[in-house]
């Protein structure tokens, strides 16, 4: 029983932590959105490169890519936490 609790903290706290990793990859996104949309008006005046866009354009995707992975992370965490307690775990439940 002590390593079943033991386990489950510790995916809880896994689970806690995708959280997080999930609204900084959200924030990251938004980051790069507002980066890549300035660098874009910078091209049109001539302050910045093609060579400038195409490099917050990889940013952009990089970060679309990175909010990806957070979300299938969340997902997996969530789902190893709702096998070890033997329930669903609703929006806003435990978070």
Do not use: W
């Given at each position: 029983q002590k390593e079943l609790d033991n386990s489950i903290r510790k995916q809880f706290y896994t689970?806690?932590?995708t959280i997080n990793s999930l609204d900084l990859s959200r924030q990251n996104l938004n980051q790069a959105q507002e980066n890549n949309s300035i660098i874009i008006d910078q091209v049109r005046a001539g302050l910045k490169t093609k060579n400038d866009l195409l490099s917050a354009?990889?940013?952009?995707?990089?970060?679309?890519?990175?909010?990806?992975?957070a979300v299938l992370n969340y997902y997996m965490t969530k789902l190893n936490l709702q096998k070890l307690i033997g329930q669903k775990i609703e929006e806003g439940e435990i978070e």
């Open positions: 689970y806690k932590q354009e990889i940013s952009l995707l990089q970060a679309e890519h990175s909010l990806k992975s």
